[in-house]
């Protein structure tokens, strides 16, 4: 029986990338994280916060998970997106284009947003009641004008490197556990690098909130697990 029971939680941990392991399967092994082990704040910030520019729906929610589960770390980086007046990002950059309308950028398809989080801005400041004082780095994205950011890893031509990756594995991090917002895009593309660039990573779930744009949410969940990205909650890992 004891066999039977080992071969049938290997079985379904084997499907954690598609979010499939059951709530008692993985109650009977937590993830313990260790000194070789972060955890991401992707974008918890005011303009990704009801009431911000570009509020995600619920987006609050995540910062008492994130609180509550950032005990479990040794090692802490925070991430926020950081643009200029006028960025190549926003619709108002460009004369009848809407937000959440696309434009052609040198690096591709680039989807146009309200004007958010700009440098210096209440609306770009942490989220006031995200807690997380032994958090070794702050990492800015999106500051350059005529280039967006979703990822904490890489700018979105996918070739200018934020400089996270080298000092993720200069500190001898092998595994990344990502949480913020939003989970289609920032958090998405954040999860996607880290794993091109070698580490194991997991995705917090409820550490999270989509914007859901046009399926967007299916969409990452399912590039996320092709690429080898686990799905778990707060609950699957041990904290104290």
């Known amino acids: 029986m004891k066999t039977d029971r080992r071969k ?23 993830i313990k994280p260790g000194a070789n082990s972060v955890l991401i704040a992707v974008d918890v910030q005011n303009c990704f916060i009801e009431g911000g520019t570009l509020p995600v729906a619920k987006g609050s929610e995540v910062v008492p998970v994130i609180n509550r589960i950032s005990a479990a ?83 979105a031509d996918a070739k200018t490197a934020t400089g996270l990756g080298g000092y993720l594995k200069q500190r001898g991090i092998k595994t990344v556990f990502v949480t913020g917002l939003a989970t289609d895009f920032c958090v998405a593309w954040t999860a996607m690098d880290a794993r091109a660039a070698g580490f194991e990573v997991y995705v917090v779930e409820d550490a999270c909130r989509a914007i859901d744009l046009n399926g967007s949410l299916a969409a990452a969940w399912k590039n996320m697990a092709a690429k080898g990205v686990k799905r778990i909650q707060s609950d699957d890992i041990q904290v104290g």
Not at 9 to 16: D, E
Not at 22 to 29: G, I, T
């Open 8 to 30: 049938l939680l290997t079985a379904l941990g084997s499907l954690g990338a598609l979010g499939a392991v059951a709530p008692w399967a993985m109650a009977a092994s937590k």
């Open 73 to 155: 770390f040794e090692n802490i980086v925070v991430t926020q997106d950081w643009h200029t007046q006028g960025h190549a990002s926003f619709a108002s950059a460009y004369g009848g284009k809407k937000p959440f309308e696309t434009t052609k950028l040198s690096y591709g398809t680039q989807v146009l947003w309200p004007d958010h989080c700009v440098q210096g801005t209440k609306d770009a400041e942490l989220h006031k009641d995200l807690a997380l004082p032994s958090a070794q780095l702050i990492i800015r994205k999106g500051f350059h004008p005529k280039m967006d950011s979703y990822s904490a890893f890489m700018e």
